[in-house]
């Protein structure tokens, strides 16, 4: 994987972590359900993102073209863990 695309997405990875912390920290675990609806959806890009990177990760490995990974629904990769 090229250093930038690699790169690029452990930014949006870093900046996604950054906001859903700082919502959760101003909200003080008090969301309002708009604050809920857009941590369901941090949650939800972040899974795609590790995704990405892990199916780029493994292509690239095994010797396949790192970018024909593609992000998947997030139902796809819901819940997926580090």
């Known amino acids: ?39 369901r959806r941090l949650e939800q890009e972040l899974d795609q993102c590790w995704d990405l990177l892990r199916q780029r990760r493994a292509r690239e490995e095994f010797g396949d073209d790192p970018d024909a990974a593609h992000v998947r629904p997030a139902g796809e990769v819901e819940d997926y863990r580090q």
């Open 1 to 39: 994987m090229s250093d930038s695309q690699e790169s690029s997405i452990l930014s949006r990875i870093s900046d996604l972590v950054s906001e859903e912390r700082d919502l959760r920290e101003q909200s003080e675990h008090r969301l309002t359900p708009e604050e809920r609806q857009r941590m």
